[in-house]
């Protein structure tokens, strides 16, 4: 199949990439290049054969090139983790951006869209297990748009396939997100902040790559909504622990109170965002400490045939390979 991915110097979106050619598919790519890890991700994909057209979600002419003659529309790109962005820029792209992908995509005759979604739609912790139906409150503005795309998706459902994927932490080689963790374990400087038992269920990029594949060919999955996860469910500090393993390191039993650092983020926020500065500390970095989350697989399962095969500890072993083969450790 010709396949497009969005958001393709991001971390899942390149990875997506390269699986894609190894399972013999053709691929077109999208991607904007702010950072020096994305600018890493695209000499990867480069020096994979693979060329990145740099550009935008409100490029609507790019946007109809690059999705003219394609199967399947995976759509990656979002503003996440821009803490100094004010909020139009995230309706701008995780919404608007959306819509003009879609609209590109229907006038293609693209025969799938799979819409990249996130656990952030839910907010900031539950009761009890997650799964699709569970009530949606998200508490940012990340969440808030990532949800509002959602109802757009969806209500293109009569013009083009789709199918939504809610997309768990993910981790493996590329993330730059967990790669302040593995410095700080590496380098001693970690701590827990408040009292490490929240739950998180990382899915490593590999088999979130096989569950994206699916939702993009099964045909149960049209009009759904799948939540994929990791099978393991860790608390902060069984996942520190695992790394410090991995790296030869320990974590100090000591641990600060989270309510400081959380007022320490909001007074940043406060401060910083207005000026267009990204602020070193904010609130959904400390997030880490605090979401907590316990995620069912039943319906990705049921309808996918689904099913996370990689340990944590196998995943952050190809993490910290990654990390030191490209001199980050």
Not at 48 to 74: H, M, S, Y
């Amino acid at each position: 199949m010709k396949l497009a991915v969005t958001g393709a110097t991001g971390f899942i979106g390149s990875r997506l990439a390269v699986k894609s050619v190894e399972q013999g598919h053709s691929v077109v790519l999208l991607g904007k290049v702010n950072t020096p890890l994305e600018e890493q991700r695209r000499r990867d994909l480069h020096d994979q054969g693979l060329t990145v057209i740099e550009a935008g979600l409100d490029e609507t002419e790019k946007i109809a090139q690059l999705v003219q003659g394609c199967d399947v529309v995976f759509h990656l790109a979002a503003a996440q983790h821009e803490a100094s962005a004010p909020d139009q820029r995230f309706w701008d792209v995780n919404v608007h951006g959306t819509r003009n992908m879609l609209d590109a995509s229907v006038s293609a005759g693209v025969q799938r869209f799979v819409h990249g979604s996130t656990i952030g739609v839910y907010g900031a912790t539950s009761e009890g297990e997650i799964d699709e139906e569970s009530p949606l409150r998200p508490d940012n503005i990340y969440g808030v748009t990532k949800r509002a795309g959602e109802e757009l998706v969806l209500s293109y459902g009569g013009k083009i396939p789709v199918v939504i994927v809610r997309i768990s932490e993910t981790y493996g080689p590329g993330d730059g997100r967990l790669l302040k963790l593995f410095r700080g374990i590496d380098r001693r400087a970690f701590f827990i902040i408040g009292r490490g038992d929240n739950k998180h269920q990382l899915i490593y990029v590999d088999d979130l790559v096989d569950g994206l594949h699916r939702a993009s060919q099964e045909p149960q999955a049209v009009g759904e909504i799948l939540v994929l996860a990791g099978g393991e469910v860790l608390t902060t500090r069984e996942m520190a622990d695992t790394i410090a393993q991995a790296m030869d390191r320990r974590i100090p039993h000591f641990r600060a109170p989270l309510w400081p650092f959380l007022g320490f983020a909001v007074i940043m926020e406060k401060t910083l965002r207005p000026l267009g500065i990204q602020p070193p500390l904010h609130r959904r970095r400390m997030d880490f400490f605090r979401k907590s989350f316990l995620i069912s697989q039943t319906k990705a399962t049921e309808l996918l045939g689904f099913k996370a095969h990689t340990s944590f500890a196998q995943g952050v072993a190809e993490t910290l390979r990654w990390y030191k083969s490209h001199g980050y450790l």
